[in-house]
């Protein structure tokens, strides 16, 4: 498109079918843009849903906030309900909003490049096709982290990531080992602690355990959330309100009198449900609640007091092919060993190889770590928008309602190109720079660097994620600041 020609109709491609990919397709098409392709590296939508299917995963964002505001579900068997039901709730919706013949499966994008004012992609496959506009929605929590422990290889039985989970593979009656207390981990060993023979948790970090209840929903309140999707609405305001002045507004608060109230939370969950005092504080953390990912669980400690469950905090020496060798010289012998172990959070689109405008390559752009303005934008790679990019409100809250404010203000970023204002804008470099840099000083103060090791934390232990309040953000999105854009 040149600059001045108006044109109703730019083309888009997304990134990734998975929540904010079907997302972004969804309001593209309510916006009247109806060029677009969704590219989808697997054969099915639904992003970290179809990718984590481990015994006993669940949200731990009530389900009726994580939804889309405009795809209420009547359905949801539980307050938090679990990955299966939530892979399906994404499918449903592509399908009632007739998605799915705008994704193309199997198509794993390789190389994005800025090339005479359109990107152009190709893939894994050989595919290539061009836009005006790519929205990339390639998620957060994607790679797995496998760890680098000695004779990993040599395991005589079956071992695998979280995220990878092997269902051929038989746990009832198994020793099975975890590595990790991640939400991840704290999940698994729930569900798997009353089937398999022997459970036996590593622990390197212990973690603060918030208490929660996980209610299901009678049918009758089924019926009655069908009957009046008001209902659902109040459920999903409140705890909406309740996440945002409770949760996310105080993280970025080290003297919040609330952050102090969730601590103290942990510390009776702690204390009024583990009986063993040696088990109790090795269970107990020595940094303060909600420094890593605050992680949510009903019966973790019931489960870890199994006279079949065991918490070994020794370091891991080595995998042997029986088992896993620990400091102490004992070694714990095992049938699974599962990799509770996390994602390669530096990663975001890579290791799709993206290359802006005169060549600028976003590996080197984010050699020093990824980031990216308000979680959208790079500057040199005008028209390319991320959804849940880097330095975003990641968190114990819905990523649906971030990347539905995303969306919202992407669209109007577009908007400058439909009206013919422009037929490329990107963040300035100034604006990029202002914006790290605010984000250097605010990061200072949450609570992500208050001394524990996380996934929030960039190389240089400098937490990555929203360092301001969940308000302020919401306030970002309502209008994009155009003097922060260069337009051509
Ligand atoms: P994680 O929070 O990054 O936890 C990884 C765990 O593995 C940590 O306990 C870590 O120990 C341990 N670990 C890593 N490398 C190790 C090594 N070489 N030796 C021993 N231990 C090692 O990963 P996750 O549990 O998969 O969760 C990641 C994120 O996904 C969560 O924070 C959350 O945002 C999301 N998630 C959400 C839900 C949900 O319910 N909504 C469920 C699961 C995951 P250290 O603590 O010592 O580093």
Sequence with gaps: MAHGERSDQPRFIVIGAGMAGILAAIKLREAGF??????????RLGGTWRENTYPGIACDVPSHLYSYSFAPNPSWSRQFSPGAEI???????????????AIRFGEEVTRCAFEDGRWRIQTARGTS??????????GVLHHPAIPEIEGLDSF???VFHSARWDHGVPLDGARVGVVGTGSSAIQIVSALVDRVASLTLFQRTAQWIMPVNNPAY????????????????????????????????VLVDIESPLLQAIHDACVANLEGSVTDPVLREKLRPT?????????????????????????????????????????????????????????RVDRFVRPMRVVGRDGVELDDVWNGGPSAYLAIAVPDFPNFFMLNGP??????????DVAEMQVGYILQLVEQVRAGNCSEIGVSRAAMQRFDADRAEAAKSTIWATGCRSWYLDAGGLPTAWPWTFDRFVEEMQRPRLADYDLR
């Design 391 to 400: 330095n975003g409100p990641v968190g114990n809250f819905s990523l649906i």
């Design 218 to 249: 009678s049918d009758a309140e089924k019926r009655e959330f069908a009957r009046n999707p008001a209902a659902m609405e109040e459920i999903r305001a409140a705890v909406s309100q309740a996440f945002i002045q409770g949760f996310a507004n």
């Design 87 to 101: 892979q399906a709730y994404f499918e449903d919706v592509a399908r009632r909003h007739g998605i799915g013949t």
């Design 34 to 43: 109806d060029d677009f392709t969704v590219y989808e590296k697997a054969d």
């Design 156 to 158: 005589g039985g079956a």
């Design 287 to 343: 940094y303060r609640a909600a420094c890593k990912r605050l992680v949510m669980s009903p019966d973790f400690y019931q489960a870890i007091q199994r006279p079949n469950a065991a918490l070994i905090t020794e370091r891991i020496e080595r995998v042997e092919p029986s088992g896993v060798r620990t400091a102490d010289g004992a070694l714990r012998e095992l049938d699974v060993l599962v990799l509770a172990t996390g994602f």
């Design 129 to 138: 096709d061009t836009a005006d506009f790519v929205i990339a929605a390639t």
